[in-house]
């Protein structure tokens, strides 16, 4: 199967720095999504991206998908942003998708 | 609508009690999923179905596992004989499947815990 992997594993940051989450993917996909799982374990949807480039507010995502990766930008981060934040991918022909373990991110003030 | 719906929260039984969880979609998707999430893992892909329909099971869906979505609406996934091993939590997502694949939304999910 898919196969997904994200780094880095865990970040720490300060209030107000950037940062940039990566996922690599093995396999050519029509799907992707990328969700904050908040610390009571729901999964918040980031980003449908499939392929381009999205933004909404403080945050973006890029998919490259013919060199199979994405990236989540995280901009002038806030306490709040903390949690694991997961890429899950779906190819084309079936509907399920395939998580990568995450990045856990702390923001500290 | 307010998303997807997920019963109970929490739950908590002894080894070897069946237990059974219900999930109710996003009033218009047709299509309905089951994930299981343990710790510091991403979730992983139980069973799918599209309206009433089960297309796809994993083999992470032991006999003791059965999932079911009978009017192609809410749908209830019943582990009987629970083991300590499925202590997770169980989550549901849907979507609005047209051919091709689309964005997925899930509930809060239900914690289950096997003493």
């Known amino acids: 199967g898919i196969q997904v992997e994200q780094s880095p594993p865990d970040l720490i940051l300060q209030e107000g720095a950037n940062s940039t989450l990566r996922c690599n993917f093995s396999?050519?996909?029509?799907?992707l999504q990328w969700f904050h799982q908040n610390p009571w374990g729901q999964l918040i949807n980031l980003f449908y991206i499939p392929s381009g480039t999205k933004q909404n507010g403080r945050l973006s995502a890029t998919t490259v998908a013919t060199e199979r990766y994405s990236l989540l930008y995280i901009s002038s981060s806030q306490t709040t942003d903390s949690g694991v934040y997961f890429c899950?991918?779906?190819?084309?022909?079936?509907?399920?998708?395939?998580f990568g373990t995450g990045t856990r991110l702390q923001v500290t003030l | 609508d307010t998303g997807v719906s997920q019963n109970p929260r929490h739950k908590i039984t002894k080894r070897g009690q069946n237990v059974t969880f219900r999930c109710d979609p996003i009033?218009?998707?047709?299509?309905l999923y089951w994930y299981r999430q343990t710790l510091g893992q991403g979730p992983e892909f139980l069973t799918y179905?599209?309206?009433?329909?089960?297309?796809?099971k994993s083999r992470l869906l032991s006999d003791r596992f059965s999932a079911e979505r009978p009017k192609g609406s809410f749908s209830t996934l019943e582990i009987q004989r629970t083991e300590q091993g499925d202590s997770a939590m169980y989550l549901c997502a849907s979507s609005l499947g047209t051919g091709r694949d689309t964005e997925a939304f899930f509930g809060q999910g239900t914690r289950l815990t096997v003493v």
């Open positions: 179905f599209q309206n009433e329909a089960q297309l796809e």
């Open positions: 899950a991918v779906g190819p084309g022909t079936a509907s399920k998708l395939t």
């Open positions: 396999d050519s996909v029509n799907n």
């Open positions: 009033s218009e998707h047709n299509r």
